[in-house]
């Protein structure tokens, strides 16, 4: 897991059906000097970032666990805005109003800074088009949750020593 | 996951049965600015990208995470072709015969 | 496991609700000697074992032990420190803390 900031985004259309809906972010992993470390990659996004964002990343299996339908190929998801990050070097906080370029207010981005009690979700995304019922829906989901789960299984039991 | 080239094929015929009727592809690495990184990767190919495009491709366990790939000895895998993408607002690439992806304010 | 020392803590209000309640610490790899170690990235761990800035630590960065950890097996969530170094010996030689007797 890291930090990262949003500096761009990734338009696919020929890509495998369970990636219909994610948006994919470019992102800049950070130091805690806030400045660049490391190459650029690109993530999923669980948390309604946007341009500019400083963000934590899930990386390598886990981040599949943050998508709504976990039985992707993903390597990467923002789980999380950083709104502080307190250091104990030279470095400033990174406070919520420090934010490097402009975007437009979203919903759900931190009001007050220090806040440590409950947190707030993303927001709820829209149905999709096409998306028959929510029981349909939701069985969909489940059968690919357990389709993720028994590749995992089949992972530990055949491809380990 | 990475943004990568397509610049070759990989064919072999002695191999573990588990990776039979698998497709694998030479993916050269892209930065964000379309600048080819000196790293490559062989990557099972589960959704038919062609030589020459630009395509996102997983890394590690994740990379099982496909019908084609699952349950395979396969730590890379390929699964979009790009159409574009965009860096701090501004175009960087897009795949001829597209129309232009426009980023709006009001869009985000 | 990796050796690391606790460079800041992290507050992510908007986060995945696994990552409720938990709290985020930044930790930067380490040589046994306490030097940066090289070609490592600073981690963001979840804390398991009460660390602080400027702690040495146990950082575990494998997902599946990480979830059965923190006791969830569906949280997005793959780093955790899970404890804090009271010593470090390498070679009868104490590394850490560095003037002990």
Redesign the interface.
Known sequence: ???ARV??????????PG?LGEK?L?V?????QRAA????????D???S??GDIV?V?????????LHD????????I???????????PAPRISAGDVE?P??PRA???GA????G?????APRPPRAGRATQAESDAAREASRR??AA??E???R??LP | MLIGKVVGTVVSTVKDPKVAALKFQIVQELDERNRLRNRYVVAADTIGAGQGDLVLFATGSSARQTTLTDGRPIDAAIFAVIDSWDVDDELVYQKEGLEAYSRSPAAE | MKLGRVVGTVVTPVQHPAYDGRRLLAVRPINPDGSDAPGERMFVAVDRAQAGIGDRVLLMAEGSSVRAIVGDERAPIRCAVVGVIDEIEVEGELLFPAGAS
Not at chain 1, 7 to 16: E, P
């Open positions: 897991m890291f930090l500096i761009g985004r990734v338009v696919t259309t020929q890509q495998l990636m994919l470019i800049q992993p950070l130091d805690e470390a490391g190459d650029t990659l690109v993530a999923c669980a948390a309604d946007g341009l934590h899930c990386d390598g299996r886990e981040a599949t666990l943050a976990s039985y992707v190929p993903i390597d990467a998801t789980v999380g805005h950083v709104e502080e990050f307190a250091h104990d070097g370029a975007g437009a759900g981005m931190p800074s220090g806040a440590s409950a947190s707030r979700a993303p389709r993720g590749s995992e089949r992972d530990e055949e491809l």
